[in-house]
């Protein structure tokens, strides 16, 4: 019979049984859920309500179903439905009558609200690692680039020169965020849920602060009914998680386009690359393409959650069983993604000279002239008109703003003297851009120095949690 089973004398369909059985995918809280057991087991010791001996008892014997399960001699049942009723059941088996005494003042909503939260926020921190390891190979390589001139696109058009490792440090910043994204949903979601009960508490003399100090959560929820009931800390996570894959979607679309011949800009690692079946020749960026592919399935399960969610009325509904699936797969699917994106940006081969070539076309430089008529006394509005003049002549005539001649120049404008070769110099160009944040070497110096900070401060973070 099952643990709910005094109601009812008939036996659950076995197709109902399969239908509203959960074990097949939250069996992976087992850890979380004896952990929790075991806090509320010694919570209800102090506060009288079981004996210190049935206490006793129940933690050895969850400590030694723990054991078990992780040396892969316990099969889970679909008849005990989920994790809770398959450790509950397995405890009773294993030591009788104080087995059943280990619910006493809590339910099945209020337990899987904790482990969810204390699965997630495990999670949560390996993600965080994995994010960290990331951004060192973008610092690794941001740093062997401070001088590497490539163009910078808006419009996917070039537009300005920058260094490669600007570029890529763009990303370093993306990444910090995700980071804190996910450290602050972590912080938010923190709260205990345990002894919420059902929806109403119970009238048990319960210790809640006891059970969340036990489980290094901040505090109890301070509504048991909006303990139970929600999981806006799981749509965030999964929020998080989007947002993150879609940083990781817009890089894998930039190594996508910089490994294709029409750029070359770099070479992916042959460890990190897949031939065809038909072309000798090829060699393609498929990791790139399956992270940009699975950003999908993510953005596909936070909306799914969302949905599931809307319209449900307070406190606890089965509905609320979907939540599991859509954030475990989304947790799995970005764990995949992150190390084997970061061993691909660690050993890519980077071609600087195909990137400053590539800075060579398209007058990326136009800026700068204007800015150089600017600092001679002419009016940006009008230095911007004079140098589109001269992007439109030097169009018409096969050349490069750098190639002009100084008649040809002086033809347009007087102030143009000797030093606009100088200033030309897309190396010039790059350098002078200075204000923080910008592509100059001091600058992404800075950007370096203040992202290995950041990456020693979150290490040292997690360790310590």
Not at 386 to 414: A, F, H, R
Not at 420 to 429: K, S
Request: hydrophobic fraction near 40%; proline fraction near 3%; aromatic fraction near 8%.
């Amino acid at each position: 019979m099952k643990l709910w089973g005094g109601r009812f004398r008939k036996e659950t369909d076995s197709l109902v049984n399969d239908f509203n059985s959960s074990i097949h995918f939250d069996c992976r809280m087992y850890k979380e859920d004896i952990e929790g057991s075991i806090a509320h087991a010694a919570m209800l010791s102090d506060c009288g309500i079981i004996s210190p001996e049935d206490k006793d008892q129940i933690t050895a014997g969850l400590k030694e179903i723990l054991a078990n399960i992780e040396a892969g001699k316990i099969e889970f049942t679909a008849d005990n439905e989920d994790i809770h009723m398959n450790v509950e059941a397995l405890l009773t088996e294993k030591i009788g009558a104080a087995g059943k005494r280990l619910h006493t003042a809590r339910s099945r909503n209020d337990q899987v609200a904790v482990d969810l939260r204390l699965y997630l926020r495990r999670e949560i921190d390996e993600i965080v690692g994995q994010i960290l390891d990331l951004q060192q190979a973008v610092l690794d390589q941001a740093s062997l680039h401070q001088e590497t001139v490539m163009p910078g696109y808006t419009h996917l058009q070039r537009a300005q020169p920058v260094s490669f490792a600007h570029h890529l440090l763009a990303y370093g910043e993306q990444l910090k965020r995700d980071v804190t994204r996910l450290l602050d949903c972590k912080a938010r979601m923190n709260i205990c849920p345990l002894g919420s009960g059902a929806l109403a508490g119970t009238t048990y003399p319960i210790d809640r602060w006891q059970t969340a100090k036990l489980l290094g959560f901040d505090a109890p929820c301070s509504n048991s009914l909006d303990g139970v009931s929600d999981r806006d800390y799981a749509v965030e996570l999964l929020s998080g998680l989007s947002i993150l894959m879609m940083h990781l979607s817009r890089f894998a679309e930039e190594v996508i386009l910089w490994c294709s011949w029409e750029f070359k800009f770099i070479e992916l690692d042959d460890a990190y690359s897949t031939g065809s079946s038909i072309m000798p020749q090829k060699k393609n960026p498929d990791v790139a393409e399956l992270v940009r592919g699975k950003t999908g399935r993510v953005y596909g399960h936070l909306m799914g959650l969302l949905t599931t969610m809307k319209g449900l009325p307070l406190a606890y509904n089965k509905d609320m069983q979907e939540d599991k699936e859509p954030v475990f797969d989304a947790i799995d699917t970005v764990k995949m993604c992150l190390p084997v994106f970061a061993g691909m940006i660690a050993t890519m081969r980077v071609l600087p000279q195909n990137m400053r070539r590539a800075a060579g076309g398209g007058f990326i430089n136009a800026t700068d002239c204007a800015d150089y008529l600017t600092k001679k006394g002419m009016p940006f509005r009008d230095a911007y008109t004079t140098v589109g003049n001269l992007v439109y002549y030097c169009t018409e005539n096969g050349k490069l703003l750098e190639e002009l001649t100084l008649p040809e120049l002086q033809n347009i404008s007087p102030l143009f003297g000797e030093d606009v070769y100088e200033a030309l110099r897309l190396e010039t160009c790059m350098g002078q851009r200075s204000s923080f944040g910008g592509p100059a070497v001091e600058e992404t110096g800075r950007q370096i120095h203040t992202l290995a900070a950041f990456i020693v401060q979150q290490r040292e973070g997690l360790h310590g949690a």
